[in-house]
């Protein structure tokens, strides 16, 4: 599995128009220097009221299946 890390943003307001369904994935530029879209539901378990804020690493296969997403500060 490769590794890419990326750090998100996105104040509560920004969340709640995933939460809404207006939007089901959240485009991040990795520290790697890619870009990658990230389905909004893999991301559910680090929202907090304030939001989504955080660096974290993701695994994923040579044909794009994401594997495990980590916060790492």
């Not at 790697?32 to 907090?48: A, D, H, R």
Request: proline letters at 1%.
């Amino acid at each position: 599995m490769k590794k890419a890390v990326f750090s998100i943003s996105l104040n509560s307001q920004s969340v709640m128009q995933y939460y809404q369904g207006k939007k089901n994935r959240v485009q991040v530029q990795t520290r790697q220097g890619f870009s990658m879209s990230i389905p909004y539901e893999t991301l559910l378990k680090f929202v907090t009221r304030e939001g989504i804020y955080g660096t974290f690493e993701i695994s994923y296969s040579s044909d794009g299946k994401l594997g495990e997403l980590r916060r790492i500060s």
